[in-house]
């Protein structure tokens, strides 16, 4: 199992997300929770990112929502943000 650790940043993004859709929140937990176990399973669509965030990876929530986030070590991922597609790339 994975440690997750979220960025200051992170919160803040989340918290904006899901203050309107209560039904997001649970989504993005379940999510987590499939993430924190497998972060690599085939329905998070985990990907390496290019470019500018060629140090972070990503993970779908939901069709237009990804969670960006870094390896800190073999077991640790900090999540840095959430957002739209638009929003975070």
């Known amino acids: 199992m994975i440690n997750i650790l979220f960025s200051s940043g992170f919160k803040r993004a989340l918290k904006r ?36 965030l060629s140090d972070f990876w990503s993970f779908s929530v939901q069709h237009d929502l990804r969670v960006i986030f870094y390896f800190e070590n073999d077991s640790t991922v900090i999540l840095t943000d959430v957002g739209s597609h ?3 790339y």
């Open 17 to 52: 997300k899901i203050k309107s859709n209560p039904k997001l929140e649970v989504l993005f937990f379940e999510k987590l929770k499939l993430f924190s176990t497998d972060p690599f399973h085939s329905q998070l669509k985990t990907h390496k990112l290019t470019g500018n």
């Open 86 to 88: 638009d929003e975070v």
